[in-house]
């Protein structure tokens, strides 16, 4: 069973840095694709990048390019996002997922409905 744990959400200031951690579980291959969604309360969730576990390569939605770096250590069977000069609307529910399949591509967004787990989510607040 495939089974994604987020952490590292946290409460920081405004231009502070946080990176958040995906730990996964459950898989036999690396041929597949995590991505990194958020959401806030009464918003769809919002894509921000995707990378795929066999060779590292990262794609990211068009608004969220310069802002977030996601990176993957196979050894610890982790996915990092690391998130600089944070502002307030940056806060949020984030989010890891996965797709069973290698397909980290950005049409019209990183849309959910291609993925098939989440984990349960981490929270992000930036104050002002």
């Known amino acids: 069973e495939v089974q994604l744990v987020e952490s590292g959400g946290a409460l920081v200031q405004t231009g502070g840095s946080l990176r958040l951690s995906c730990a996964i579980f459950g898989f036999t291959h690396d041929d597949y694709t995590i991505a990194w969604f958020r959401q806030t309360p009464g918003k769809e969730r919002e894509g921000i990048s995707c990378i795929l576990r066999s060779d590292g390569r990262t794609n990211y939605a068009d608004s969220m390019k310069g802002r977030f770096t996601v990176f993957s250590d196979n050894a610890n069977d982790t996915v990092y996002l690391q998130m600089n000069a944070l502002k307030p609307e940056a806060t949020a529910t984030y989010y890891c997922?996965?797709?069973?399949?290698?397909?980290?591509?950005?049409?019209?967004?990183?849309?959910?409905?291609?993925?098939?787990?989440w984990g349960q989510g981490t929270q992000v607040t930036v104050s002002s």
């Open positions: 997922t996965a797709d069973l399949r290698p397909y980290c591509v950005v049409v019209d967004g990183i849309r959910p409905t291609q993925y098939d787990y």
